[in-house]
T-cell receptor, first 111, second 117 residues
């Protein structure tokens, strides 16, 4: 089955700086990679996703890049703000349409 | 508004009690899931269902059981709670993945934080 590794486990940035979270996956057949944001005490929410037929997708200050050859994908947040502080999860989709989640990254934006 | 609902939000119970965590969705989704989220954040899949009368065990061994008698309802039951069951339990639902287009993502409920004393 799919295995997803996520790094770093904790990331601290200064407000206004960029943040990058990286994930690698094992199943070359995986073709869907979502990112979830979980604020303290709240439910995980989908913030952006990418399918294997594109290499990059942007939505305002967030972007995701995918390198199928290397089997890794990354979340990029520009001009970080305090409200970006949360836990971020990447995921890959394995056979049967189940998502396999990474271990999560705690992002702290210092003002 | 279509959403997924979990009750209760918080539950403190004694060891040996039987409990049922409720999960209902009005999204019209066929697929539903239960995740256990430990204090270290990781999401562990414990049960999933592809539709009515379909239930499967997930990657993390769990002493809980689930049922799917109605599309919108996916309750999780612990026959005899133990302190090791203390955790946050998240329910989620999704459509079937469509490769061509559209959104495919899990919608999560707000979770049940269970404490067994």
């Amino acid at each position: 089955g799919e295995n997803v590794e996520q790094h770093p486990s904790t990331l601290s940035v200064q407000e206004g700086d960029s943040a990058v979270i990286k994930c690698t996956y094992s199943d070359s057949a995986s073709n869907y990679f979502p990112w979830y944001k979980q604020e303290l005490g709240k439910r995980p929410q989908l913030i952006i996703d990418i399918r294997s037929n594109v290499g990059e997708k942007k939505d305002q200050r967030i972007a995701v890049t995918l390198n199928k050859t290397a089997k890794h994908f990354s979340l990029h947040i520009t001009e970080t703000q305090p409200e970006d502080s949360a836990v971020y999860f990447c995921a890959g989709m394995e056979y049967g349409n189940k998502l396999v989640f990474g271990a999560g990254t705690i992002l702290r934006v210092k003002s | 508004e279509a959403d997924i609902y979990q009750t209760p939000r918080y539950l403190v119970i004694g060891t040996g009690k039987k409990i049922t965590l409720e999960c209902s969705q009005t999204m019209g989704h066929d697929k539903m899931y239960w995740y256990q989220q430990d204090p270290g954040m990781e999401l562990h899949l414990i049960h999933y269902s592809y539709g009515v009368n379909s239930t499967e065990k997930g990657d993390l061994s769990s002493e809980s059981t689930v049922s799917r008698i109605r599309t919108e309802h996916f309750p999780l039951t612990l026959e005899s709670a133990r302190p090791s069951h203390t955790s946050q339990y998240l329910c989620a639902s999704s459509e079937y993945y469509a490769p061509a287009s559209g959104n495919y993502g899990y919608t999560f409920g707000s979770g049940t934080r269970l404490t067994v004393v």
